[in-house]
Structures are given as structure tokens and as C-alpha cells.
């Protein structure tokens, strides 16, 4: 059997060409950006175990397993993340939550930052990539998270301090940027049971989904610096809710940013100046 008799194998199954591709090159132990070089070799022979690597990766995958999982990693604002089932696997989605804060960011000699709930620790190590000079501060509640997290930023060599936390407890603040995407999905979304191969404490957060985002909008203005921003990721349809929780909180020139689909993704307020 030949490459592209493989490959046409497991189209032939259901399964989406670059998934398809992708697994194949991840059995051959070769990178997933050589796409180009499956089509200069697609007449060559497959060896047995490469063909049982694959399908053992199809039938996981047809099985409704994020394809992060099964190879390991995830490209997210330019770096590529280590991720297995210990944490949610980081959606494009969120670039726009980091983008924004790394608007405020701007022009601050040394920011002080939180990434509340940071799972894999994308947000985390992305906005210590692209701000050097912040001191970038991690929290999550689960240890597993905090070992993946941990693991990716001493990969690429930035300098974070993992904490485990339940959310703001503990922390010292001020910030000048709280940031995060914590659960936001209702209890009894339908959509819940595709997503049964993430942690679910990192996705549901109560009967409206708002339970995590109402603490946050509650409690995270007390540690911002003045001027400091308060920026949060939330569902599709929550963003009138959310400006709603920031403006009853406080914050001033509230806001929401829309994601690449056109959906308001994020939503953020900024404390008050002291005059």
C-alpha cells in the first residue's frame, strides 16, 4: 500500500483529509507542516507498523478526540503548545483575547499580568513572548493543568510564575491586566457531550454558564491598578451579560471585541483612574 492509498483509506472512513495527513506524518515521525512532502512521496510503500500507527490514531480520532490529543501539540499565537486531556485544547478563538490585552499592555515599562485559569498556559506564555519586560502570573485550580502549563513555558523558555489558585484567591495584586477564559458553557448545553474528551470543570460553569464570569466581573476589580484593564473570553451569546457584570462592578469603557467568525468573543472593562 501506497501513501495516497492510505491516505484515500481513511478519507474512504469519514475522516477529514488534513486530520488524515496530519495523523500519517505523526506515524511516518515527521512534522506536521511536510504536507508538501506526502504529495512528492505519495507512491511510497507503507510499512506495517506505520499503517497500524495510523489507524489506531484514525479510529481515535473518528472517535471525537480532539486531534491535538493525539499529536501532542497545538500551534496557538505563533508557538506551538504541548497538550493532552489534562486541559482544554487552545481555540484560535482566544488570539483574540491575548491581541486585546496585549493593547493594554502596551506602554506599560513592566506590566503586571494574571492569566486566571490558564490551563495549558496559552495566554500565559503568549503574552510573555510577545511582552518580555511583564511579569506574567498563572493561576489554575488544577495541578495537572498547572504540570502542562509549566511544562510549555520552560520549553520555550519564558519566564512565568505558575501558581495553583481557586481564581483571585490569595493574589496580591495590583495588576494592570487580569485576563481570562474561564468555563462558560451551561450545565445542560447540548453541545457538552462532543466536548466529553475535555476536563469538564474547564468548560461548564453553572445552569446559564455565567457562574465563573460573575465572580470574576465581582471580584477582579478590587486587585487592578488604576487604569487597569479586566478582559474575559466568554460564549457566543453572553456578551450583553458580561458588559452588564463589568459595568455593575465599576469599570469604565466597557467593551467586547469580536473573534474572527465575527462573534463578540471577549468582553473587558478598565478600573477607573484616581484624579
Excluded at 78 to 97: C, I, K, M, N, Y
Aim: aromatic share 4%.
Amino acid at each position: 500500500m501506497t501513501l495516497a492509498q492510505l491516505l484515500a483509506q481513511a478519507t474512504a472512513l469519514g475522516l477529514e483529509r488534513l486530520d488524515a495527513q496530519l495523523l500519517l506524518l505523526q506515524a511516518l515521525g515527521r512534522d506536521g507542516s511536510e504536507r508538501a512532502w506526502l504529495l512528492a512521496h505519495d507512491t511510497d510503500a507503507v510499512d506495517a507498523d506505520v499503517r497500524a500507527r495510523c489507524e489506531a490514531a484514525w479510529h481515535r480520532r473518528l472517535a471525537g478526540e480532539p486531534l491535538a490529543y493525539i499529536v501532542g501539540h497545538k500551534e496557538f499565537h505563533g508557538l506551538d503548545l504541548a497538550v493532552d486531556a489534562r486541559v482544554l485544547v487552545p481555540r484560535p478563538d482566544t488570539e483574540t483575547l491575548v491581541d486585546w490585552a496585549l493593547e493594554v499592555m502596551a506602554g506599560r515599562p513592566s506590566p503586571r499580568v494574571v492569566d486566571l485559569g490558564t490551563g495549558s498556559g496559552a495566554i500565559a506564555v503568549a503574552l510573555k513572548h510577545r511582552c518580555a519586560p511583564a511579569h506574567v502570573v498563572a493561576v489554575d485550580r488544577s495541578e495537572e493543568a498547572l504540570a502542562v502549563a509549566k511544562a510549555n513555558g520552560d520549553r520555550l523558555g519564558l519566564d512565568v510564575e505558575w501558581r495553583r489558585g481557586d481564581w483571585l484567591a490569595g493574589l496580591a495584586g495590583p495588576f494592570d491586566v487580569i485576563v481570562s477564559n474561564p468555563p462558560y458553557i451551561a450545565d445542560g448545553d447540548p453541545h457538552l457531550p462532543a466536548l466529553r474528551h475535555e476536563p469538564r470543570a474547564a468548560l461548564a460553569a453553572g445552569p446559564d454558564g455565567l457562574d465563573d464570569l460573575r465572580h470574576l466581573a465581582s471580584q477582579a476589580p478590587a486587585l487592578l491598578a488604576p487604569g487597569g484593564w479586566l478582559l474575559l473570553e466568554h460564549g457566543w451569546d453572553q456578551a450583553d451579560a458580561v458588559r452588564g457584570l463589568l459595568q455593575a462592578a465599576g469599570l469604565v469603557a466597557v467593551a467586547s471585541r469580536r473573534d474572527l467568525a465575527g462573534i463578540e468573543r471577549c468582553s473587558g472593562g478598565q478600573r477607573p483612574e484616581v484624579r
